[in-house]
């Protein structure tokens, strides 16, 4: 009976010992599935990239045959936020400001042509040789580094008339960067650089276009990104404050196909291709629907009238003139007006073809239109010219500094 009863405590000891070693168990088990692994799981969540960025990542790797390579950082480079110097209260009109000319051109290639020639004969097109083509060799992206602040985008449907692209003429840039793509990359260099204010210029290439593609640009234009991150103004050029961190769009498009509060809902300054004069020297347009005495001087004599097989040294010299007249009364006349010239120009109907590089840099005889632009701007310190559109500019060393160094912000100019 002794040995019977000393033994029961011993068992409830030791289920007791049994019942805390098993509860123990339980709970460290739980402790690491319930509390370790979801923590774990959080940290990676927290470290690695967001939905979100990830699909920022996604649309800019698209927009990249066109817009280039985007930064996830602010440039470190001082042409990337000079218009820092300027005060909110400058207005745009009284500025200089570089760009480009047929910007999405810079990749095309004779390599990039021959990749895209099914798709270009399925759309019914035949592109000649690519340098007949070719604008730029630096990328959007880049040009925006280096001070670039309007860029000339050429737009029509893609071949299988889903989304808006890129052409020059017969030239398909790209068949899978859109339209949405590339304002995307823009939109996410402006929240690098706040400091700074783009314009761009959009124009439709190829025929007539139809209300589809009027329907589809309006839509890109006027989609939530592009309210947040285009002036919303309609028919005036403001402040420099006014326009930081945001586009402002030069429609050199009609919307006359769609019912007409589609043209009110739009913003920008309007540029109808139907009173834009071809090849001129001298365009005098109106660009106010408010306001019929704001007027915009432009030059945009792309194709020297000289004649043919008369060498590369008399069209250069036909297009310097014209961009210098322009240029000139820039700075001398209508200080509250906007003036637009294009350095760019070329000749390929000649024998043999006079390229847009050979008319902006010229050969080992004969300097380039850009060169000659280079020693006028010596000769305009300290005035206001407008806007410049250049092809290959960084062909022509200090080009872009010796423009960016024209008139120092608050200068009297006139």
Same mark, same amino acid.
């Given at each position: 009976?002794?040995?019977?009863?000393?033994?029961?405590?011993?068992?409830?000891?030791?289920?007791?010992?049994?019942?805390?070693?098993?509860?123990?168990?339980?709970?460290?088990?739980?402790?690491?599935?319930?509390?370790?692994?979801?923590?774990?799981?959080?940290?990676?969540?927290?470290?690695?990239?967001?939905?979100?960025?990830?699909?920022?990542?996604?649309?800019?790797?698209?927009?990249?045959?066109?817009?280039?390579?985007?930064?996830?950082?602010?440039?470190?480079?001082?042409?990337?936020?000079?218009?820092?110097?300027?005060?909110?209260?400058?207005?745009?009109?009284?500025?200089?400001?570089?760009?480009?000319?047929?910007?999405?051109?810079?990749?095309?290639?004779?390599?990039?042509?021959?990749?895209?020639?099914?798709?270009?004969?399925?759309?019914?097109?035949?592109?000649?040789?690519?340098?007949?083509?070719?604008?730029?060799?630096?990328?959007?992206?880049?040009?925006?580094?280096?001070?670039?602040?309007?860029?000339?985008?050429?737009?029509?449907?893609?071949?299988?008339?889903?989304?808006?692209?890129?052409?020059?003429?017969?030239?398909?840039?790209?068949?899978?960067?859109?339209?949405?793509?590339?304002?995307?990359?823009?939109?996410?260099?402006?929240?690098?650089?706040?400091?700074?204010?783009?314009?761009?210029?959009?124009?439709?290439?190829?025929?007539?276009?139809?209300?589809?593609?009027?329907?589809?640009?309006?839509?890109?234009?006027?989609?939530?990104?592009?309210? %947040?991150?285009?002036?919303?103004?309609? &028919?005036?050029? +403001?402040? $420099?404050?006014? /326009?930081? @961190? *945001?586009?402002?769009?030069?429609?050199?498009?009609?919307?006359?196909?769609?019912?007409?509060?589609?043209?009110?809902?739009?913003?920008?300054?309007?540029?109808?291709?139907?009173?834009?004069?071809?090849?001129?020297?001298?365009?005098?347009?109106?660009?106010?629907?408010?306001?019929?005495?704001?007027?915009?001087?432009?030059?945009?004599?792309?194709?020297?009238?000289?004649?043919?097989?008369?060498?590369?040294?008399?069209?250069?010299?036909?297009?310097?003139?014209?961009?210098?007249?322009?240029?000139?009364?820039?700075?001398?006349?209508?200080?509250?007006?906007?003036?637009?010239?294009?350095?760019?120009?070329?000749?390929?109907?000649?024998?043999?073809?006079?390229?847009?590089?050979?008319?902006?840099?010229?050969?080992? %005889?004969?300097?380039?239109?850009?060169? &000659?632009?280079? +020693?006028? $701007?010596?000769? /305009?310190? @300290? *005035?206001?010219?407008?806007?410049?559109?250049?092809?290959?500019?960084?062909?022509?060393?200090?080009?872009?500094?010796?423009?960016?160094?024209?008139?120092?912000?608050?200068?009297?100019?006139?």
């Amino acid at each position: 009976m002794l040995s019977f009863s000393l033994s029961r405590p011993r068992d409830a000891l030791l289920s007791l010992a049994l019942g805390i070693g098993f509860f123990l168990c339980i709970l460290w088990i739980l402790n690491y599935f319930s509390i370790d692994m979801p923590s774990t799981y959080l940290a990676s969540s927290i470290q690695g990239p967001s939905l979100t960025s990830l699909t920022l990542q996604k649309v800019l790797q698209d927009a990249h045959p066109i817009f280039g390579t985007s930064s996830s950082k602010p440039s470190e480079l001082s042409t990337a936020t000079w218009m820092k110097a300027y005060p909110d209260s400058t207005r745009l009109v009284h500025m200089n400001l570089p760009g480009t000319h047929d910007s999405a051109t810079w990749n095309y290639t004779q390599f990039l042509q021959d990749e895209l020639n099914y798709a270009s004969k399925l759309g019914g097109f035949a592109p000649s040789n690519s340098e007949n083509y070719r604008c730029q060799t630096k990328s959007i992206a880049d040009s925006l580094e280096a001070g670039m602040r309007v860029f000339d985008l050429r737009y029509a449907w893609d071949i299988t008339r889903t989304s808006l692209v890129f052409w020059h003429g017969d030239a398909l840039s790209s068949q899978t960067a859109t339209l949405d793509d590339v304002l995307f990359g823009f939109y996410h260099w402006l929240d690098l650089h706040s400091s700074e204010a783009v314009i761009l210029s959009f124009q439709h290439e190829h025929k007539n276009p139809d209300a589809g593609t009027q329907m589809a640009l309006f839509e890109t234009l006027t989609s939530p990104a592009a309210k %947040k991150y285009l002036v919303q103004t309609r &028919g005036t050029l +403001g402040t $420099l404050g006014e /326009a930081r @961190g *945001k586009i402002t769009l030069f429609r050199r498009f009609d919307l006359d196909l769609l019912p007409e509060e589609y043209e009110e809902m739009m913003p920008g300054l309007h540029f109808s291709p139907k009173q834009w004069t071809v090849n001129s020297p001298n365009i005098k347009l109106p660009y106010n629907p408010l306001d019929p005495t704001d007027f915009a001087y432009i030059q945009d004599y792309y194709h020297p009238t000289t004649p043919l097989r008369s060498g590369l040294s008399v069209p250069i010299a036909s297009k310097y003139k014209a961009l210098t007249a322009n240029l000139l009364r820039a700075t001398t006349t209508h200080p509250e007006e906007l003036w637009w010239s294009f350095a760019s120009s070329t000749k390929t109907d000649d024998k043999p073809p006079i390229t847009p590089r050979m008319m902006a840099l010229g050969d080992a %005889k004969t300097g380039g239109v850009n060169a &000659g632009l280079k +020693g006028w $701007l010596k000769t /305009a310190k @300290g *005035k206001r010219v407008g806007i410049v559109l250049m092809d290959f500019w960084e062909g022509e060393e200090g080009l872009m500094e010796d423009f960016l160094n024209l008139r120092k912000p608050g200068e009297v100019w006139l």
